[in-house]
């Protein structure tokens, strides 16, 4: 008969080890010693274009830089935001997207161009006009002028844009935006109240008159699992009635911010929720993958989610499985797939680190000194 303090103490220190383990940094504790590992692309030559987003603030380091030589597709991002590439007086801020499209002219890489109109974030003046409410015509010109303007300057260089991002109505996750009624079809951002529902349209042709050659997609999150199914079905039906009116357009990005415990991966969905669109005779690609350590629940009431302190066991081992059957799922069918891209390379420059609230978070699969995490191992071994 084990005597009840023993059975007591027995319990007790393993409820110890696993707090502290779930705190410890685990990573020195199950990271192998790191055989040499191929490239990036080449290792998914056969499966799909892979790649990241080059963030400002690791695009001028040179290890970042030799990061990216492992790509095939590289997503531009931060110099393209409206807010970032043209001021409120119509010039524009060439420097750091001529930086940045000019090292990749150096690389064999495929570009994607993003974003042209993210009306969740673009800025508050592009919506006036001396000083008052645009009028919709003047809107149109400004988005064709803006569109014509920067595809004109790459044309030719970038092969993939996300022409307009996030048009769809979402209830929980409206990054920059309050969230909409279960009903908005449309993400009631200024575009679509001041244009109406054309304005997708009218982007997508404005892009196609620029750049002929280039693939126009439309870039949405949250799209696959069961709290999804109102706002896929919604974006469906923009799709096509894009489709419908013969806009041109060639793809969606579905964008892959995932959290700890959403969406289902491995078991189908993701493939499903691709095949959905490619039965449509479009183009997916994965766009921003990332899996924070916390639960999705954080979009909801981030203010209930403790920030961690640490990339505990626990955290690690869990998104280790979830990225590595992510992966095994995506590989499964590959054949509709475009391309696979994280949205960053290190944890610590990762955006989930601000949204939905400030604290620690590790999504992506590189370390801070660039050393690949073990789950990068991880998703590299098949
Ligand atoms: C969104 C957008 C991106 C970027 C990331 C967060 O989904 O598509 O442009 O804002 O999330 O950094």
């Given at each position: 008969m084990i005597n009840t303090t023993f059975k007591y103490t027995v319990l007790g220190l393993c409820f110890i080890f696993l707090n502290l383990t779930s705190q410890v940094n685990a990573w020195w504790w199950i990271s192998p010693p790191a055989p040499e590992l191929p490239a990036y692309k080449d290792k998914y030559a056969d499966h799909f274009l892979v790649g990241s987003h080059m963030d400002f603030s690791e695009f001028y380091d040179a290890r970042a830089k030799e990061w990216y030589t492992t790509h095939s597709s590289i997503v531009t991002a931060n110099p393209f935001y409206w807010s970032a590439i043209q001021?409120?007086?119509?010039?524009?801020?060439?420097s750091f997207a001529d930086d940045l499209m000019t090292w990749v002219a150096t690389q064999e890489v495929e570009v994607r161009g993003?974003?042209?109109?993210?009306?969740?974030?673009?800025?508050?003046w592009v919506f006036q006009e001396n000083g008052n409410p645009i009028s919709r015509e003047a809107l149109i010109e400004r988005m064709r002028n803006h569109i014509q303007t920067i595809m004109t300057r790459y044309k030719g260089e970038?092969?993939?844009?996300?022409?307009?991002?996030?048009p769809t109505g979402d209830p929980f996750f409206s990054l920059g935006m309050e969230a909409s009624a279960?009903?908005?079809?449309?993400?009631?951002?200024p575009w679509y109240n001041i244009i109406g529902e054309e304005y997708v349209e009218l982007a997508l042709r404005f892009a196609h008159e620029a750049d002929p050659d280039a693939k126009l997609f439309v870039n949405e999150n949250n799209l696959i699992g069961p709290i999804s199914l109102t706002k896929k079905q919604n974006f469906i039906s923009i799709i096509k009635n894009l489709l419908e009116k013969g806009a041109p357009i060639h793809g969606v990005g579905i964008q892959g911010?995932?959290?700890?415990?959403?969406?289902?991966?491995?078991?189908g969905l993701v493939c499903d929720t691709i095949k959905t669109f490619t039965n449509m005779g479009l183009e997916v690609h994965i766009t921003e993958l990332d899996m924070s350590i916390?639960?999705?629940?954080q979009w909801v009431v981030p203010e209930l989610i403790p920030s961690r302190n640490q990339f505990g066991l626990l955290s690690e081992s869990r998104q280790r499985a979830r990225y590595t059957n992510l992966f095994r799922e995506l590989r499964s069918c590959?054949?509709?797939?475009g391309a696979v891209l994280t949205w960053g390379i290190l944890d610590e420059n990762s955006w989930l680190r601000f949204e939905p609230k400030e604290r620690n978070d590790w999504?992506?699969?590189?370390?801070?000194?660039y050393e690949p995490k073990q789950v990068f191992r991880d998703i590299m071994n098949f």
């Open positions: 001021n409120p007086n119509g010039s524009y801020n060439w993003h974003p042209l109109l993210f009306g969740s974030v673009d800025p508050d970038i092969q993939y844009w996300d022409v307009v991002n996030e279960i009903t908005d079809v449309y993400k009631k951002v911010h995932f959290s700890a415990d959403y969406p289902p991966v491995g078991v916390y639960s999705i629940s590959s054949d509709h797939i999504p992506l699969l590189f370390h801070k000194n």
